[in-house]
């Protein structure tokens, strides 16, 4: 038969584990409770947001490791995305002083931009 799996609130995982810091015995804590050692060291970690696996010995947990991978490529995503909006900033004001300055020297009847901008071209030969 399917064993009843009991869900406990935050507010005693986090009562457990402080138990679990003033009091030596673990395992006699785990009896007392009726609680899984092992599940009572999980909710510590989680609690003190430490990594899985054997830190010890330079293991890592691939979970944890992909997310740590993970978290730096949103990193460097939003550094792109910061340098591309800047980028859109600074031509945007370009382009608007470009064409203020050009609507103004049509205004004006100002100079032409350039020499070659000056000369009509020629039609074609008949």
């Known amino acids: 038969m399917a064993k009843d799996v009991k869900r406990y609130s935050m507010r005693f995982r986090q009562r457990v584990v402080e138990r679990m810091w003033l009091e030596g015995n ?5 009896r007392e409770l009726g609680l899984d050692r092992s599940m009572m060291y ?21 979970r944890d490791k992909q997310i ?7 990193a460097g995503l939003e550094g792109v995305i910061g340098r591309q909006s800047l980028e859109l900033d600074f031509f945007e004001s ?16 100002g100079n032409t931009s350039t020499p070659k901008s000056a000369v009509e071209p020629e039609g074609k030969a008949d």
């Open 26 to 30: 673990i395992s006699a804590l785990s």
């Open 42 to 62: 999980i909710w510590k970690r989680k609690l003190e947001k430490r990594a899985y696996g054997n830190v010890r010995s330079g293991e890592v947990n691939p």
């Open 68 to 74: 740590q991978e993970l978290q730096d490529k949103t």
């Open 94 to 109: 370009a382009l608007q002083r470009t064409r203020g300055t050009a609507q103004q020297s049509a205004v004006d009847g």
